[in-house]
Structure formats: C-alpha cells, structure tokens
C-alpha cells in the first residue's frame, strides 16, 4: 500500500486491499464481528474470500458502499459461506427483489448472482464492525443506497 506525503497512516487494525481498477479497494475490519467492507468483482469473488479468511479467520458480515458490481461481486460466495450482508437504504430492499438496475453489472460483463440483505442500514445507525463502533452515514448521489462509514 502506498500514501501521499503527509496522509495519515490507516490504524493497524485495519486490513486494507487496494485492488486495480475497475475494482474496488476492500477493507477488512478483523475481531469480534470480522466485517468485510466491498467485495469485489465477481470474477474475483474466489480471491476476495481466500484473502478475507486469511486476515480474519472468516467473515461475519458484508457491508457495501453500494450496489454496483465492481462492489458487491463477492456477496453471494460470502453469504454461501455464512456472511451477512448489509447495504444502505434503499438499495436493500431492491436488490433483495432484484429490481432492474441493481448491481449494475451488464456494461461490465461482471452479472452477479442474486443475494440478499439481511441488515438494511440508515443514517446514523451504529455498527459494530471488527472491534469497534462505526457510524452509518447516507451519501446518495452516486447511487441513491450509497454510504459511508
């Protein structure tokens, strides 16, 4: 992992996988409840896992930014395997009833096979993830579920 000068250091218990675009970045957030933040391409879903259970031993839930599949590719292997997945509000619901334009994975060549969310997260909702209390913050814009935490 690299940093610009003068970037403060991500906190050691942070696991974080910066990935090559188109992907996205994962984060891994290890301890009581071992959180995984993004999951990647689908194509990389078998890689994603291998590096999660890794780092954490294994996974206890799946919280997505959002719903684009460069995002979420690696929900379904997960929740197979026993992770919870949690998305903003209110893509949960519509990616549960696998609306159109969820997972917005054609122009891609990346279809993610259906999943659903378990935990549908709002604004100011407290989370523990890994071993410490993150608050859910709404972002709409860029997809109308998208978060920050």
Do not use: K
């Not at 003068?6 to 910066?18: D, E, K, R, V």
């Not at 292997?77 to 619901?93: V, Y």
Request: aromatic share 6%; hydrophobic share 40%; proline share 9%.
């Amino acid at each position: 992992m690299s940093r610009q000068p003068g970037t403060p250091a991500l906190p050691a218990w942070l696991t974080w996988w910066q990935r090559p675009l188109p992907d996205a970045n994962t984060l891994l957030l290890p301890g009581r409840q071992p959180t995984l933040v993004d999951t990647g391409f689908v194509g990389h879903a078998n890689e994603t896992a291998a590096w999660a259970y890794a780092h954490a031993g294994t996974v206890d839930l799946v919280v997505n930014t959002h719903w684009h599949s460069d995002h979420v590719g690696g929900n379904p292997l997960l929740q197979a395997q026993g992770a919870a997945i949690a998305a903003g509000t209110p893509e949960a619901d519509a990616i549960t009833r696998r609306d159109p334009g969820c997972c917005a994975a054609e122009y891609l060549d990346q279809p993610v096979a259906p999943y659903t969310v378990g935990l549908a997260l709002d604004d100011g909702q407290l989370l523990c993830l890994g071993d410490a209390d993150w608050e859910v913050v709404r972002t709409p814009g860029h997809t109308p579920g998208h978060l920050a935490l």
